[in-house]
Structures are given as structure tokens and as C-alpha cells.
């Protein structure tokens, strides 16, 4: 059973890059058809799915972050990282990864615990 565990730092000033990683075990990220995404929660607001890295190693990312957001991935470590750059306090959310299966932006089947960032100076 697949299993994905975020890692990061809680904390991040405005203007700063975020970068989360999550940790996959349980299966590789390189296996056909899967597609590893990362999707936050802002307080009181409704998931809102940031971008994925497909099997293949290509990305795709929402309109509304793309300026902003890059996946990478190391396949040596079965790791995909967010870079999120210039944050802002509306960036402050609990982030998630999760795996999906066919596309990357929908039917998400196993989901890390998620982890929360407050941007503050």
C-alpha cells in the first residue's frame, strides 16, 4: 500500500520560496500512469489543487500558480518537492500530496497527512 508523508518547514516569511517534500514509499513514483500532485488548504477555504509531476516526469501546473509554483522530483529517493516562490500570508495553508491515476488533477486515491504553513514576518 502506497503511503506519502510531506516534509517542510512550518514557518516562511513573505517574499521567501517554499519547498515541501514528500516522501513516497510503498510504490515509485516513476510507475506508468501515475501522476503525484500537491494540493493546499487555505483556513476556512476548499482544496485547491497547485500542480503534479506525471510518471513521465512532466509537469503540470494550475493557471492561477503556475508563475509561481515548479514540481520536482529525485526517483533515487522516491521524493517529488514543491517550490513555491515570493509567498505571501495567502499562502498559508495545509499542504498536501497525493497520488492520482489516468490524469493529474483529479481522483486522487492515497493522500499524505498533510502539513501546515503559516507565511509571517
Known amino acids: 500500500q502506497v503511503q506519502l508523508q510531506e516534509s517542510g518547514p512550518g514557518l516562511v516569511k513573505p517574499s521567501q520560496t517554499l519547498s515541501l517534500t514528500c516522501t513516497v514509499t510503498g510504490g515509485s513514483i516513476t510507475t506508468n500512469d501515475y501522476y503525484w500532485s500537491w494540493i493546499r488548504q487555505p483556513p476556512g477555504k476548499g482544496l485547491e489543487w497547485m500542480g503534479a509531476i506525471g510518471s513521465s516526469g512532466r509537469t503540470d501546473y494550475s493557471p492561477s500558480l503556475k508563475s509561481r509554483t515548479s514540481i520536482s522530483r529525485d526517483t533515487s529517493k522516491n521524493q517529488f518537492t514543491l517550490h513555491l516562490t515570493s509567498v505571501t500570508p495567502e499562502d498559508t495553508a495545509v499542504y498536501y500530496c497525493?497520488?492520482?491515476?489516468?490524469?493529474?488533477?483529479?481522483?486522487?486515491?492515497?493522500w499524505g497527512q498533510g502539513t501546515q504553513v503559516i507565511v509571517s514576518s
Open positions: 497525493a497520488r492520482s491515476v489516468g490524469g493529474s488533477g483529479e481522483g486522487f486515491d492515497s
